[in-house]
């Protein structure tokens, strides 16, 4: 039995009690009231990069509280959550996506291109520090942790020239107008499922189930499907160098007629920056993750395991 308030499971930074808020204020408006509780990760506890921490470290402690019966709902950010399934829990809905892409956050707003030979730009994540690096623009790449506002205030009080960030967690906290350039994915393909949340709950709570299913957009889930299957086929994590980006496109078939399919683009890079593998392919939107499973293994034929090594 699903109690009358629903217990919505979230992390307590801005950006999570945001789109938490969101999932738990359309539930309401849909009859379903409900209300946050905010649950302390490993990685609120801790300071250290997230390349140490390990697998799960924002999204553990959420799990935990739902098999214990603490909330009925947890809303993650989807590309913290590790990509081993969870037979007793269940991604009920993957809401309408945000703009997936990175965004430059600069000194002065200026774009990537002209920024000097030696600025200082902030991100810890390998696949944007890889990424970056192979631009060759000579950018000293700097470690960054910590909540947006704080990677945001390192522009704004001098110690760095620019940040990157998820485009996505800007915009939910209504800060796109800092925003220098988004890049795209030709130049800095995101991570896995950036963009998207996870709204999950318990497999045999099948009412709730179907409820949280009502918010379930079928483009966003089919999309961050390939791109996760990409990562799990590939067998790294959520802090590897890998990018993948899929979006429901228009295409012509052989009469002419547009029917609608999956297009995926991933991109595996050596974290030094010397060498990147990247692949696209196009597949039907109901086979999402076989899609992102053949990329995978065209990667993995292309040499990437040695630049996940
Ligand atoms: N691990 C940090 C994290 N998890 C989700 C987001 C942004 C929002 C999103 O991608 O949905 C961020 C911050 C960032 O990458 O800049």
Redesign the pocket.
Known sequence: MTPPVLRIGTRGSL?ATTQAGHVAQALTDAGHPAELVIIKTQ?DKSAAP?TEIGVGV?TTELRVALRNDEIDVAVH????LPTAPEPDLVIAAVPPR?D?RDALVSNGNRVLGALPVGATVGTS?PRRVAQLRALGLGLEIRPLRGN?DS?LGKVANGELDAVV??R??LA?IGRTEVIAEAFDPVVLLP?PA????AVECRADDAQLVSTLATLDDPSSRAAVDAERAVLAALEAG?TAPVGAYAEVVESLDDDGRIFLELSLRAAVAAVDGSDVIRSSAVGPIEQAAQVGRALAAEMLESGAASLLA
């Open positions: 950006l990685g997230v924002f950010s989807y590309k913290d945000e997936a994540a947006l990677r960030v998820a996505a967690g939910r991570a950036q963009g998207a949340l959520c």
